[in-house]
């Protein structure tokens, strides 16, 4: 088995008892990464000082004494989180060119532990889409079979991972983009409680649902990426972070948990369904006690995410005028001309298809009638997952309706949308949530098992996805 095919759990026992090099290992990983590149497109931009990351932390791991459990680890990360010194664009042509003078505090602590930044991996612009096809470097395929997309928005982060391109990678969950791309690519993603992760650094969509989240290839090699990010920091008012223990337990005896009715309805499709329940009646079979639930405002929950997520953006992304950083158009007579053909020629139609509609439910005369209404929905919808989280340890669910988008299939924005609806509910309610590989539809992509937990239940529930894994759940990414 090649270096770039183990866990990093694996890896990081290999490292400390001298079986390879933390230099051996990230030619062995990049070398995977270019190899894969021109057929996945994960990857944005290369780190050129991952080299000398990895001779330090050989000389770190040669010391001996107490090495952080990532030292010596190749990790991607996430287009739009900042690394200080290396190309940051959000896969958008208005920061093409944008170097960021300070790192995000999820890549410091990385840094820190001696982990090697291998580079920044490819996605939708701005977060914003749901194939990782709308960001101005080209679209991201999936190593499990390239005519289908990686998901999205963490598309390149899940792909990077999956084919050996990376051993772990930061990704970032909106509305569900972690756990999609996860899921579509077989490996295992995890969204923080909202909060749990200090988004200093992460550059802004919705600033109320924003969560920079881990992608690995097991529920442990999760657990230990997210240990190190899991930190204090004075830069996020709203983080709140909880420590964790250094190891997982995963019993799921007596377990309860819970699988929502509405969120198994006709709109996902017979082989999910079936993959799901099949993970569902394994965790009973390990000693979980499943109960039927429901979650009435599910069918509402996507309409409000984009109402909310979009108003956030249209406010996040002002900025980008033209003025102060990022892309300026030419041939410009007034100030007026270079905003709006800075924004015109900047954004693609994605992003700008949310500015606008984000800056129609905040304009007078619409903002009660539709943000407030959203607003109003999203903490109902809070309230829901509150009774449910009195008889119910965790919730089951599928993770996206379908198994794969296939690349190049006319699709209306109001139909992708739409199949948020496994994903954005736990969003809104700002839940810790993972994506468990669960099975492989007939096309031959993997299935993702969506477990929730309540908030700031963030280990419990990792504790239970390695319970499933136990179990004998998952399948090989």
Request: hydrophobic share 40%; net charge neutral.
């Amino acid at each position: 088995m090649k270096l770039y095919e183990k866990s990093a759990y694996e890896i990081a026992a290999m490292l400390r008892s001298r079986k390879c090099s933390a230099k051996e290992l990230l030619h062995d990983v990049m070398g995977r990464a270019r190899e894969l590149q021109p057929r996945l497109n994960a990857y944005i931009t290369f780190n050129d000082q991952a080299e000398n990351a990895a001779e330090n932390a050989d000389r770190l791991i040669a010391k001996g004494g107490d090495i952080p459990p990532l030292c010596g680890i190749p990790i991607a990360v996430k287009d739009n989180i900042s690394t200080k010194g290396l190309r940051t664009t959000c896969a958008s042509k208005m920061l093409e060119n944008y170097i960021p003078p300070y790192s995000a505090t999820a890549v410091e602590l990385l840094e820190a532990a001696g982990a090697v930044i291998i580079g920044k991996t490819n996605m939708d612009e701005f977060a914003m889409g749901s194939a990782s096809d709308t960001g101005a470097f080209g679209a991201v395929y999936n190593p499990a079979d390239t005519a289908y997309s990686a998901g999205g928005s963490s598309g390149g982060s899940a792909a990077a991972v999956a084919g050996g391109g990376a051993v772990l990678a930061l990704g970032s969950d909106t509305g569900g983009s972690v756990r999609q791309p996860a899921s579509f690519c077989g490996a295992v993603g995890f969204c923080p409680s909202y909060g749990a992760v200090s988004r200093f650094g992460l550059i802004a969509f919705a600033s109320s649902l924003d969560r920079i989240g881990s992608i690995g290839r097991n529920v442990r090699d999760v657990h230990m990426l997210h240990n190190i990010i899991n930190a204090s920091d004075i830069k996020d008012v709203t983080h709140i972070p909880k420590k964790f223990s250094k190891t997982l337990c995963g019993s799921l005896k007596g377990m309860r948990i819970g699988v929502p009715k509405e969120l198994f309805d006709e709109y996902i499709s017979d082989e999910v369904k079936s993959a799901v329940m099949n993970a569902v009646k394994l965790m009973e079979r390990a000693g979980a006690i499943i109960k039927e639930v429901f979650l009435p405002s599910a069918s509402a929950a996507v309409k409000a995410y984009y109402i909310i997520s979009s108003a956030e953006a249209s406010s996040n992304l002002a900025r980008y005028d033209g003025v102060r950083y990022g892309f300026r158009a030419d041939n410009c007579t007034t100030p007026a001309e270079m905003f709006r053909k800075s924004r015109t020629e900047g954004f693609g139609d994605e992003v700008k298809r949310r500015i606008l509609l984000g800056t129609f439910v905040l304009s007078e005369g619409c903002f009660d009638r539709y943000y407030k209404r959203a607003a109003a929905l999203r903490q109902k919808l809070c309230g829901e997952f509150d009774d449910i989280f009195t008889e119910c340890d965790f919730i089951a669910a599928p993770v996206y309706p379908n198994a794969g988008i296939l690349h190049g299939a006319e699709r209306k924005p109001a139909e992708l949308y739409a199949a948020d609806i496994c994903t954005v509910p736990s969003s809104l309610g700002g839940l810790p949530a993972v994506s468990i590989p669960c099975g492989r539809a007939g096309n031959g992509l993997p299935i993702g098992l969506q477990l929730i937990g309540r908030r700031c239940g963030d280990e419990e529930l990792l504790d239970a996805a390695y319970g499933y894994e136990l179990a004998g759940g998952g399948c090989d990414v």
